[in-house]
């Protein structure tokens, strides 16, 4: 039985040693880990020596400065773009997804309107939560493979550009990821916010914003451990000098009644031209998108306070200015504008209606049941590899809260293959009362580095 | 940010589900071990799933029924060799390793002397510490590489036989090893436990005796820690149904006086003798011998306690039966059984002579430095794939508590290459005061898997 420390000292990096560093408890120089992460990244450190520094970092945590040095190295394995010469203070949000968020769309063409430019970089959708690219991509000829000349200049000249992660964003985290998904080293807060910020970093942004969100459809289902997350992404985003704020918001129902990606669209879209959606108004969609645009466009020094840049923003969108600067964007990145004036023809005709068995008012919708159910219904993906049928989804036409009657319809199902829809399935993430419950809370709180300041102002 | 688990539902084994129940702290079925290990050795689990693995049992730890589990899928992942037809208890020692430790040259002859059949395999030396095979390996023509058909007919005709691992034994401790070097999981007591002893139980034994070593020499260093491996390796030995003890021993001086292979083995023959070695009495091999091989005779059912076993191995120590055993083993594995007569040819004449500076009492000898120095002697290995030289070590002519005066002989040095003799590095590892310290209990306690029990009786 040997110390094995000691016969693996390679020259430059001994890894066994950073190792047992953390396995024992203990902090790694800001150098330690940039030289992990580079040596990683060359294919000089195997995938069998990172795992197992994945797995003590997990169980022995990271330190906000080992945080730092973890999302900057690996913000530094690739390109960071420079916006220096896009006139304005360049803001991003970036949200921890659920089902049904698909405030992306409204908020980047609404804080853009007012002034505030927004280089926004998205993902895709795995599982039960959807991922904006999917949305967009839902729109005929929507191109959200621009090349970073291209999204400069959309930037600059519309205002707000949203495409997808190209391989020259941080590829460290690309590995890293692929790594943890498998060696079941994801649900860590450090790693988790390096993952998010090397890539919002990169983007060449000046301030970020968060939305944090908590609850059965969220990533994080206890808010205890939200709050974490939200504290370490806004410690660790300040660390490198870019303001940030995160709010916490509530993903114990589906945000909006629109769940898969050309109904979510379609629901953007009358949001961003003042009608009511399919299924009904959405003032869950319009309240977090009007608190996230406040922050971005106090941030993005275009308004004195959150609630002066909620007040301007709620006036962009009123007046159709957002509509308009959308429709800007969707040309500029080759989709067809033309889904502005019928935005429905995104899910077509409903395949499947979903009534209610007994009259009441609804108490409760499971986002993770209906998540999932988009997942078979083909709007979603199990797999990475797996394609997604752009109109199919749900739209909710009663939410929590409503009153119902028996044979009244819950829900409508879209699909281009019919024989994929299970009203049962979507039923059952129902739950009829009685009586009224008590409507949740969905701005929960905010925070800004400094401490929790408590929930931003609602309509 | 999705949760990984629900889309790696291999049908199965779901590997990552396995990673993240043992990283939470749950405890692993014996079914799910099973799986896992077979899973490895086949190739169908990927190092990077087994490091994660491995790192979260090392920082959670593994119940003794995990252990119990993860050494019986180690122990057959290859042959396990039935010696019932071999009579007699087949007993066996193994021992955490140390500088200076040659007691399974001693022992195994002694206790084969005494009626009990020793099936022993033993390894190399890596590092500060030696290894069985090296030492047998100073004897010109001794064949360590017996096939398993020759193993079993040197014991049944000898009583004794002493070989090394063979790729049939436990491959899987073999794979599992290498990736713990590499990956900073070696010192955990579970997985060093499951390591010793899924090849141990391999060789078919009956009973087994433990020398776990504590001090500076020691891969222990620390008493607490060795008497947790101690107390694991008996109750997990025992969870097989195979009758264990340990001895907790001493490992903060060098055991003997000779360090090095050639110059080991010849102390050992000296000692088989009953001769004076080089440097002067070993009391201390003597006493650890006996007290193992008390043991030995108690599990073997040659004693009725280990008190009457290390009197009857004291009778035949004193009566050169242990010797004879010697002889025929080095015969029948192709030994040149001539070095008995003439041990000291195993190192040849001394390089150079350590001298003491001053006059005084020797209060302290550090056996790391010692260990450490022998490897750049070239008595040892930096790497596995070193070769030894086998003439190369050490021979003590003081010990600690022993007077010396100004130009005496500490130590004198052996090499067949003189150029890399380092008197300053042997000289620096003695410790001289003006008094003599209280010297250190050599046997310090005893567990049987009831509880710890005390020392062993010394001479």
Known sequence: LQDPTAFHAVP?????????????????????I?????????????????????????LR?????????????????????????????????????????KVSLVLAPLVAACGVPVPMISGRGLGHTGGTLDKLEAIPGFDVRLDLDRYREVLSTVGAVLIGQTGEIAPADKELYGLRDVTGTVESIPLISASILSKKLAEGIDALVLDVKTGRGAFMKQEAQARQLAETLVRVARGFGTPTVALLTDMDAPLGRAIGNGPETAESIRILKGETPAGGPCDDVVDVTLALAGEMLWLGEAAESPEAGRRMAT?????????GVFQEIIEAQSGDASVLDDPDRLMGEPV????????????????????LAAVDLGAGRAKKEDDVDPKAGFVLHKKPGERVEAGETLAQIYASDPSR???????????????????????????????WTGSPAST
């Open 12 to 32: 430059d990096l001994n890894v066994v040693r950073l190792i047992t560093k953390k396995r024992d408890g203990g902090a790694l120089a800001p150098d330690e």
């Open 34 to 58: 940039a030289a992990l992460v580079a040596a990683y990244t060359a294919g000089d450190v195997p995938d069998y020596q990172m795992s197992a520094f994945l797995m003590a970092a997990f």
């Open 61 to 101: 945590g990271l330190s906000d400065a080992e945080t730092v040095a973890l999302t900057r190295a690996m913000l530094h394995s690739g390109e960071v773009l420079d916006l220096s010469d896009v006139p304005g203070v360049k803001v991003d949000k970036h949200s921890t997804g659920g089902v049904g968020d």
């Open 315 to 323: 006036a962009a969108l009123r007046d159709g200015w957002a509509a």
């Open 352 to 371: 499947a209606t979903v009534t209610a068995d007994a009259s009441g008012f609804v108490a409760d919708i499971d986002p993770l049941a209906l998540g």
């Open 421 to 451: 829809a299970d009203a049962d399935a979507v039923r059952s993430a129902f739950r009829l009362a009685a009586r009224p419950a008590t409507p949740r809370r969905l701005l929960i709180d905010r925070f800004d580095g400094e401490g």
